[in-house]
T-cell receptor, first 116, second 114 residues
């Protein structure tokens, strides 16, 4: 079965640079979520989108923004990168609009961001 | 608001022994509860979930969990541990309100002794 696709898988940036992470949800899923997992930490929810509208907001820094496009893929834009932004960034997708599997989040493999 | 507490950041069991990973939650509304497993340098894989209905839920790889509302618990068990079960396990809760983010526990690192 098709899974969540994230790109790139690894990214190295310098401080104060920008980064864009991409997420392609499972086909027919209408909701995308972004999480940040620091080394040895639990995943922290950043933001979610349902049908291209922002749905829920967690601990996303103001330097970060995200959007969901008409084909349901999503991008997380990170500006003025700091050393503390080094982490694993996960995207998850779900089908919010009905069905037995609704609201079950399926995670992608993650993008590992290293800020130097 | 909701929260998750996982008792024991590290749990060590012998191969073939019972696995018990504890999870307690706090939620102001009926919760949706999940267990995910994470292998080193990999993503999160769904083990099982409770949304509504039967309180004993079975998942993949022989794991199961029981939702106990009176105890606000959702402990994960497996009758017989296998070496391949060694991983990080996360309990998570959501409000089930639609597109809401998950709140995760701090995780439990499961170690399997040969």
């Amino acid at each position: 079965a098709a899974g969540v696709i994230q790109s790139p898988r690894h990214l190295i940036k310098e401080k104060r640079e920008t980064a864009t992470l991409k997420c392609y949800p499972i086909p027919r899923h209408d909701t995308v979520y972004w999480y940040q997992q620091g080394p040895g930490q639990d995943p922290q929810f950043l933001i979610s989108f349902y049908e291209k509208m922002q749905s829920d907001k967690g601990s996303i820094p103001d330097r970060f923004s995200a959007q969901q496009f008409s084909d349901y893929h999503s991008e997380l834009n990170m500006s003025s990168l700091e050393l503390g932004d080094s982490a694993l960034y996960f995207c998850a997708s779900s089908l919010t609009s009905g069905g037995a599997d609704q609201e079950t989040q399926y995670f992608g493999p993650g993008t590992r961001l290293l800020v130097l | 608001a909701q929260s998750v507490t996982q008792l024991g950041s590290h749990v060590s069991v012998s191969e073939g022994a019972l696995v018990l990973l504890r999870c307690n939650y706090s939620s102001s509304v009926p919760p949706y509860l999940f267990w995910y497993v994470q292998y080193p340098n990999q993503g999160l894989q769904l083990l099982l979930k409770y949304t509504t209905g039967a309180t004993l839920v079975k998942g993949i790889n022989g794991f199961e969990a029981e939702f106990k509302k009176s105890e606000t618990s959702f402990h994960l068990t497996k009758p017989s541990a296998h070496m391949s079960d060694a991983a990080e396990y996360f309990c998570a809760v959501s409000t089930g309100g639609g597109a809401d983010g998950l709140t995760f526990g701090k995780g439990t690192h499961l170690i399997i002794q040969p």
